[in-house]
Structures are given as C-alpha cells and as structure tokens.
C-alpha cells in the first residue's frame, strides 16, 4: 500500500473518509522503510488512507502541544514581542502622518547689551 503523488489528482477538502481538513497544502516526509510500512498497516487495519492517518496522528500531537506550558510560554513571549514590533511601527507611522507640524523650541535670547 504505497500512495504517491504521481498523476494523483488535486486535493480536495475531505477525504475518502469524510475527515474535513479546508484547504490543503502539500508537506513531503520522508520515514525510514520500517516506521513506512508500519503506517501502512495501520492504514490498511483502519481503513484509512496513510495521509488521513498522518493527518491524524499531527491533529493528535498538535492538541497535546497546546496543553504545555512551556510552549504557552513560548507563545506567550511571542505575542508580546509581535506587540512590542507593532507598536514600535504604529508610532512611526503616527510621526510621519498624525502629528502636526512640530514646533522647533527655541533657545532663549541673551539680551544684548548696548
């Protein structure tokens, strides 16, 4: 049970099974001949197609990575420095386009004597 994307026609939403996934983008992984013919059993005891199982199994592994803390963290700081960036910018764009023409502060004069 290979699939190949050979003459394979063009993916669409969902899947033999039904399993919905909105528009797909392709992503090649390469296993070693073992852990391959692994998932094809897998597939083949399922009733799935290997994509649908690899599809599956990465859903699976991405729902437990949004329980670790220390991943919140990562993404936490992530936010924050998106924040920090977009700020630095909103404030350039206000200086170059909102500001009113800035004043020059002027030095105050000596008197001059006569």
Do not use: C, H
């Not at 939403?13 to 996934?21: E, I, M, Q, R, V």
């Not at 009733?47 to 803390?69: F, G, M, N, Q, Y």
């Not at 977009?86 to 386009?97: D, E, L, Q, T, V």
């Amino acid at each position: 049970m290979s699939e190949s994307n050979v003459n394979a026609p063009p993916a669409t939403s969902t899947s033999a099974n039904g399993l919905s996934y909105g528009p797909i983008k392709p992503l090649a992984v390469r296993l070693n001949e073992s852990t391959r013919t692994q998932l094809d059993i897998i597939a083949q005891l399922r009733d799935r197609s290997v994509t649908d199982e690899v599809r599956l199994a990465i859903d699976a592994w991405i729902e437990l990575a949004k329980a670790d803390p220390a991943l919140q963290r990562l993404a936490q700081a992530a936010r924050e420095e998106i924040e920090r960036e977009a700020a630095g910018k909103r404030n350039a764009i206000a200086a170059i386009f909102d500001a009113a023409p800035a004043t020059k502060t002027t030095r105050s004069a000596k008197p001059v004597s006569s």
